[in-house]
């Protein structure tokens, strides 16, 4: 016996009726995450000036060193200042359904991941982060990944541990060497029988 199902239908949504990122419900990154940005920029251009200092004292021009070396550093300083304007505006929302991140300093964007795309959540920390006390929540999706920088070390593990409930993937442990209560089962006991 066939059983008719109901025909596929596709009815249009109108786009007032459908959900809203809230603009004043964006959480920004720790300020520390902004000054990190601009003093790692910063340490390069100084690296970049020395150098520059030193070449022209170690020789004997003085127009062409000095003028590639301008040049460097404006385009480090135009860097330092575009990254600086970006990490104030970076900011994220959780929601019930979705975690979303704005960003962009000429082009604004903003990137959605619905809970029930993401594979992967895991919180990361490189070396600066580290030092400032900060950590990057990484999720993989089905589709773009995103990357949420500038979290303090707690809050980016109480998100990743929500987003990996309502995703139904498994987190990694957290990132501060907490022990984790899992074991890995007793192996089974020797077989007493001796092999034919």
């Known amino acids: 016996m066939i059983v008719m199902s109901e025909p596929f239908r596709n009815e249009p949504i109108a786009v007032g009726d459908l959900p809203q990122l809230r603009a004043d419900s964006f959480v920004s990154v720790d300020p520390r995450f902004v000054w990190g940005q601009f003093a790692g920029l910063a340490g390069i251009a100084a690296v970049v000036v020395g150098v520059v200092a030193l070449i022209v004292w170690r020789s004997d021009a003085l127009f062409w060193p000095v003028l590639v070396g301008g040049i460097i550093v404006a385009v480090l300083v135009a860097i330092s200042i575009a ?3 970006e990490a104030r505006r970076l900011a994220y929302q959780l929601r019930e359904h ?7 300093v000429i082009r604004h964007r903003v990137e959605t991941i619905p809970f029930s795309r993401i594979q992967h959540v895991s919180v ?5 982060e580290r030092s400032l006390g900060l950590a990057t929540l990484q999720v993989s999706s089905a589709g773009p990944d995103i990357a949420v920088p500038g979290l303090p070390v707690a809050d980016a593990e109480r998100i990743k541990e929500v987003v990996a409930a309502r995703a139904g993937v498994d ?3 957290p990132v501060d060497g907490a022990v984790n209560d899992w074991a890995p ?3 089974p006991p020797p077989s007493a029988e001796p092999s034919p």
Do not use: Q
């Open 98 to 104: 979705d975690l979303s991140l704005r960003g962009g």
């Open 124 to 128: 990361g920390r490189g070396v600066i």
């Open 171 to 173: 987190d990694e442990p």
């Open 83 to 85: 990254a600086f304007l």
């Open 185 to 187: 089962p007793p192996s």
